[in-house]
């Protein structure tokens, strides 16, 4: 089992930038693979951008070109870099870890396909 901690959010103008953290407990990080979703005001929680375990990357539309999912596996920790915010990114945004051991260099945008989820964090973008 992982338990995964965010932090980094907070509130920023359009146009600015914010670099979110996810801690994750437990020995095996390198075994999963890892995503970011958010959840705005009266939405369901969506797919925002995902690492492999190799770090092969993979993003939804609406973030393309502006964030950047990272990991650093020896810290356990994944970072979604977010620059050129709107005020559309706000939300709460959750890391996740799908366990994909003996599945390869997996990478899912799929929500149901993670294992383990934080609290999540919460991104406010003024205009």
């Known amino acids: 089992q992982v338990q995964l901690v965010e932090s980094g959010g907070g509130l920023v103008q359009a146009g600015g930038s914010l670099r979110l953290s996810c801690a994750a407990s437990?020995?095996?990080?390198?075994?999963?693979?890892m995503g970011w979703f958010r959840q705005g005001p009266g939405k369901e929680r969506q797919f925002v951008a995902a690492?492999?375990?190799?770090?092969?990357?993979t993003y939804s539309d609406s973030v393309k070109g502006r964030f950047t999912v990272s990991r650093d596996n020896a810290k356990n920790t994944v970072f979604l870099q977010m620059n050129s915010l709107n005020p559309e990114d706000t939300a709460v945004y959750y890391c996740?870890?799908?366990?994909?051991?003996?599945?390869?260099?997996?990478?899912?945008?799929?929500?149901?396909?993670?294992?383990?989820w934080g609290q999540g964090t919460q991104v406010t973008v003024s205009s």
């Open positions: 690492i492999s375990r190799s770090g092969r990357t």
């Open positions: 437990g020995r095996t990080f390198s075994s999963y693979a």
């Open positions: 996740a870890a799908d366990d994909v051991s003996g599945y390869g260099d997996l990478v899912s945008k799929i929500l149901g396909q993670y294992d383990y």
